[in-house]
């Protein structure tokens, strides 16, 4: 008999509230024409349907109208992004005052680490997370340097305990208490990338905060994969894709986050450009910049309507089922594939926690012996689409919009017989 028998995945599928909306997204095929085993939303979230009418609908919009299409039309361009900003609070949980949908991620951290990040020779440190994504990586680097400071002695990096993958909460809050009277933003992924571990962002934001420190969190891998509460946890800043778990297209805008408390805060440093500027002044051509209320006020630049365009479909399926919904499918898929891989005896084991309290859709396995890169491909020859990094980690990411139980029991069963075969 088989490891993973069929009957029990359609009969989870058949049971699935959200399994309609499968259809609403272009599953990629491989060359003889099946779909795809597509296990790598945390990468890239696919193509939604919704997302490309509202595509068309710009492009319909910018032939029909030229310039026009920025005041009329049924979505003028001009308030495009603000447009979105009830749907981006509703996912991140803040009020649409603290959301901007802007920029791109690394840009939008930078500008934030130049409002949030303000070093001094007392209080100069960042404390990021082990594993923290290079991006981030460079850009906290880089923005100790613009300040005169030396990563060596201003970055600290969080680790697990030895022989572990992930951080326990009761470290993290020890190396704040430890570091704190010279931390100056304490700042981790939401979601870590690497091993898929979900923090607890209201305890490790209130111990932040209780040292006096700023605290930012990166929210690329949970924004769309997992209920937030921003506001109610009392972030102080965060920013996001909108390409990973939000299915918005390669290079997406970003989001971003800033608190109700700094709404006003015309004192903070900051870049500057027209877009976040007053919306009632934008167009008086004033010299002085005065930042528009709210995370907005960090925009600069004027909304890329075409790339938002699919975000602002996509949205729509978030706005129908709401991010607790696709949360509960999310824990029944993710705790399914746990559950089907803790039928294979050996060969590999999984780096992220098994307390799905603490993990998200993600799934970071660890494939043991030299041959992780062969099992990847061999995977990968038979249509799944995952991700692999380096020495030996194979991220697996089933998307509860898109992804169906038997897709997970199907790749347990290429990944079994991979191990089995080459592994
Ligand atoms: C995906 C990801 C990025 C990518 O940044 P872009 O500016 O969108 O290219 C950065 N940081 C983290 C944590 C990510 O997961």
């Known amino acids: 008999m088989s490891l993973f028998p069929s009957e029990e995945s359609q009969r989870l599928d058949a049971a699935d509230p959200l399994a309609s909306y499968r259809l609403r997204f272009s599953i990629p095929k491989m060359p003889d024409g099946t779909d795809t085993l597509y296990l790598c939303g945390n990468s890239l979230g696919l193509q939604s349907k919704d997302g490309i009418d509202a595509l068309h609908a ?252 699919p975000l602002k479909g996509s949205l729509t399926m978030f706005d129908e089922l709401g991010m607790p919904a696709i949360r509960q499918k999310s824990v029944k898929l993710t705790g399914y594939l746990w559950e089907l891989l803790s039928r294979i005896e050996s060969g590999f084991d999984i780096m992220t926690p098994s307390d799905p309290s603490q993990r998200g859709a993600q799934l970071s396995l660890r494939v043991h012996g030299d041959n992780g890169r062969v099992v990847f491909d061999y995977i990968k020859e038979r249509g799944v689409i995952c991700d692999w990094r380096n020495p030996n980690c194979i991220r697996i990411s089933p998307a509860p919009l898109y992804n169906s139980f038997d897709d997970v029991r199907r790749f347990a069963e290429i990944f079994d017989e991979a191990l089995r075969r080459v592994g």
Request: glycine share 8%.
């Open 58 to 309: 710009v492009v319909k919009d910018w032939a029909e109208l030229g310039i026009e299409g920025y005041f009329t039309g049924d979505n003028p361009w001009v308030d495009y992004g603000t447009e979105l900003r009830e749907s981006e609070a509703r996912l991140v949980g803040a009020k649409p005052l603290e959301v901007a949908v802007m920029n791109s991620l690394t840009v939008n951290l930078n500008l934030l680490l130049l409002s949030f990040y303000r070093p001094t020779p007392e209080r100069h440190k960042i404390i990021i997370e082990d594993h923290t994504f290079p991006s981030d990586q460079y850009a906290f680097r880089e923005q100790i340097r613009f300040h005169g400071f030396d990563p060596e002695t201003s970055l600290v990096v969080l680790k697990p305990r030895p022989g572990e993958d992930w951080h326990r909460t009761e470290d993290i809050l020890e190396t704040i208490a430890k570091e704190g009277a010279e931390t100056a933003l304490v700042m981790m992924g939401g979601v870590n990338y690497y091993t898929g571990q979900f923090f607890d962002i209201a305890t490790i934001t209130k111990a932040g905060h209780d040292e006096g420190c700023t605290v930012g969190w990166d929210l690329a891998h949970a924004a769309g994969n997992l209920p937030l509460q921003l506001h109610d946890w009392n972030v102080d800043f965060a920013a996001w894709c909108h390409y990973k778990y939000l299915n918005s297209g390669p290079a997406a805008p970003g989001g971003a986050f800033v608190h109700e408390r700094f709404a006003h805060a015309t004192d903070l440093p900051r870049l500057a450009g027209w877009w976040g500027h007053n919306r009632s002044t934008r167009f008086q051509w004033v010299d002085e910049f005065e930042p528009e209320p709210g995370a907005v006020g960090w925009q600069m630049t004027n909304t890329p309507v075409l790339s938002t365009a």
